[in-house]
């Protein structure tokens, strides 16, 4: 008889959680492979977001949304830093209205695997001021990359890779102006099942007594999302539990078979196949 089995592979490559790794400079690699969120508000305005329509930035300060001052280097912010520390020498930036405040959360409203953001201190001598930004996810930090920097036409690149990441909270020890945001988002689950699935799933037939039989078989999606190939009479098994293939489980830890082949879904909760 034929029947199905199921080899479960935690790969250690292209699975494993990503690496934090720190992108120094806004090199071409670097540019040709994000998305720049551009500020398109009036010189002077006061906003509390930035949107493309893909990615929407809000700025919270103690856990509030707080308002952030565009403006424009030279005229409204007196420096910036220079090529290739930087992308341009005059970009427009950012900055709390409050310049008491310098803690600054910027929340992603769609995960990011890539974010990275040029800041300078507001202080115009060598000093040099400390910096700190804190890469997470659900309150769980994913990274930290700490630098100090001068406000003396010496901004700097602050970017990283190796989310998903839902927000970076940067500190210092006076405010400051920030410019060039930069990011890729997760990918949809439909365009990329196999980047999000924790699991490779291989279907191998052999020869075993099963008191079910079929010979219909399909691999369906291992990440969020609904199946690859939908059908009323196919299911996804779901640590154990079946359910009908049109559902959206979130962890899927094996593929299904038709109906033909594993009974009807309530049957097989608990089952392992």
Same mark, same amino acid.
């Given at each position: 008889?034929?029947?199905?089995?199921?080899?479960?592979?935690?790969?250690?490559?292209?699975?494993?959680?990503?690496?934090?790794?720190?992108?120094?400079?806004?090199?071409?690699?670097?540019?040709?492979?994000?998305?720049?969120?551009?500020?398109?508000?009036?010189?002077?305005?006061?906003?509390?977001?930035?949107?493309?329509?893909?990615?929407? *930035?809000? %700025?919270? #300060?103690?856990?509030?949304? @707080?308002?952030?001052? $565009?403006? =424009?280097? &030279?005229? /409204?912010?007196?420096?910036?830093?220079?090529?290739?520390?930087?992308?341009?020498?005059?970009?427009?930036?950012?900055?709390?209205?409050?310049?008491?405040?310098?803690? *600054?959360? %910027?929340? #992603?409203?769609?995960?990011? @695997?890539?974010?990275? $953001?040029? =800041?300078? &201190?507001? /202080?115009?001598?060598?000093?040099?001021?400390?910096?700190?930004?804190?890469?997470?996810?659900?309150?769980?930090?994913?990274?930290?990359?700490?630098?100090?920097?001068?406000?003396?036409?010496?901004?700097?690149?602050?970017?990283?890779?190796?989310?998903?990441?839902?927000?970076?909270?940067?500190?210092?020890?006076?405010?400051?102006?920030?410019?060039?945001?930069?990011?890729?988002?997760?990918?949809?689950?439909?365009?990329?099942?196999?980047?999000?699935?924790?699991?490779?799933?291989?279907?191998?037939?052999?020869?075993?007594?099963?008191?079910?039989?079929?010979?219909?078989?399909?691999?369906?999606?291992?990440?969020?999302?609904?199946?690859?190939?939908?059908?009323?009479?196919?299911?996804?098994?779901?640590?154990?539990?079946?359910?009908?293939?049109?559902?959206?489980?979130?962890?899927?830890?094996?593929?299904?078979?038709?109906?033909?082949?594993?009974?009807?879904?309530?049957?097989?909760?608990?089952?392992?196949?």
């Amino acid at each position: 008889m034929k029947a199905l089995t199921l080899i479960l592979l935690a790969t250690a490559g292209l699975y494993a959680t990503p690496v934090f790794t720190i992108v120094p400079q806004p090199n071409s690699s670097y540019t040709s492979n994000t998305t720049l969120l551009p500020f398109t508000d009036p010189l002077e305005s006061m906003i509390m977001s930035v949107s493309d329509g893909t990615l929407t *930035i809000s %700025f919270l #300060f103690g856990g509030s949304p @707080t308002i952030m001052d $565009v403006n =424009l280097v &030279p005229t /409204d912010w007196a420096t910036w830093g220079s090529p290739p520390e930087t992308e341009t020498s005059t970009p427009t930036v950012v900055r709390p209205d409050d310049t008491t405040q310098t803690d *600054i959360v %910027f929340s #992603f409203s769609v995960p990011l @695997t890539t974010f990275g $953001v040029e =800041l300078e &201190p507001d /202080d115009t001598t060598n000093t040099l001021h400390p910096f700190t930004t804190t890469y997470s996810l659900g309150g769980n930090t994913a990274g930290v990359i700490q630098e100090s920097v001068s406000g003396n036409a010496a901004a700097r690149l602050f970017a990283a890779s190796g989310g998903p990441f839902d927000q970076v909270e940067v500190i210092s020890n006076v405010d400051f102006a920030a410019a060039q945001f930069r990011y890729v988002a997760v990918p949809e689950p439909a365009t990329s099942i196999l980047l999000l699935a924790p699991l490779v799933i291989i279907v191998v037939r052999t020869r075993r007594e099963r008191p079910w039989r079929g010979t219909h078989y399909r691999l369906f999606e291992i990440a969020h999302g609904p199946p690859l190939d939908t059908g009323q009479n196919e299911f996804l098994v779901v640590r154990g539990t079946a359910f009908n293939g049109l559902s959206h489980p979130v962890a899927v830890r094996v593929v299904c078979v038709s109906e033909t082949c594993l009974g009807p879904a309530h049957a097989l909760a608990g089952r392992s196949i």
